[in-house]
């Protein structure tokens, strides 16, 4: 209750200082609450504009290493390196990140999580923090993942270092082995100026898939999708290719 006391603190301090989010999110994934105490891992994911439209050709790349310090509590080291259409590849951040696991909500069986990143802004990008709800259901074969996402520069001019906030969401089955089928989605709800009006998203299939090769401590994770874009987001990009690859080892 002390941990989510301190969490709740800090997330209304977030949403209190109150501009966008890097849509279209590219450098977003949607994460589990779950936490593994003495797991090391390292992730690379991949996120490309394509189809056409104001954006298309835009790349981001993110690396990620997180390790499991206890059973609730992971702390994670990330960088992104992007370009816009045309332009050139360059890092724009660096920064630090914790999920703390909470627990599964009585009788509805839904596994919650928080996480926290600070982001250390590099050639001319704002620094920023972030603030995630991380929802997680689990039936049988069967995962739902839902993140719920406030987003706030902390070096923006005056006036336009306003809070956004946005969502993303999956929904997979495990159809043979270590293989999921399903569909994910990014989006955003607007921010302290516009909120639920006219906002876009990208949704499209989702394919994960889990496993050891022969002889190794090393478990590979690979995630990919193709995500159209909906509404207001049509005019930026036809659609995303999205492609995640993680190494995860116990210590």
């Known amino acids: ?92 951040a660096i920064g630090l990140e914790a999920v703390d696991y909470l627990g599964q909500i009585p009788r509805i069986g839904v596994d919650t999580g928080l996480y926290l990143e600070y982001s250390r802004g590099l050639n001319g990008q704002d620094d920023k923090v972030e603030g995630k709800l991380l929802l997680a259901k689990r039936a049988g074969r069967f995962e739902g993942l ?51 009006k006219a906002q876009g998203a990208y949704l499209g299939p989702q394919v994960k898939w889990s496993g050891h090769p022969r002889g190794s401590p090393v478990e590979i994770e690979i995630d990919a999708g193709w995500l159209a874009s909906v509404g207001a987001d049509r005019a930026e990009s036809r659609g995303q290719l999205r492609l995640g690859v993680e190494l995860e080892r116990r210590f």
């Open 146 to 196: 839902l993140n719920l996402i406030v987003e706030k520069p902390l070096s923006a001019p005056t006036g336009e270092g306003i809070a956004s906030y946005g969502y993303a969401a999956s929904a997979t089955w495990r159809v043979f082995g270590h293989l999921r089928l399903g569909a994910e989605t990014f989006g955003d709800f607007g921010d302290d100026h516009v909120f639920l």
């Open 1 to 92: 209750m002390n941990r989510l006391m301190a969490w709740a603190a800090a997330g209304f301090v977030l949403m209190a200082a109150g501009g966008a989010l890097a849509d279209p999110r590219l450098d977003e994934k949607v994460y589990a609450p779950y936490v593994q105490k003495g797991v090391g891992e390292f992730e690379l994911r991949e996120g490309g504009e394509v189809g056409g439209g104001a954006l298309s050709g835009a790349a981001t790349t993110v690396w990620e290493t997180e390790y499991g310090v206890s059973d609730h509590l992971s702390l994670a080291v990330v960088g992104v390196i992007a370009n816009a259409p045309g332009g050139p590849t360059k890092m724009t």
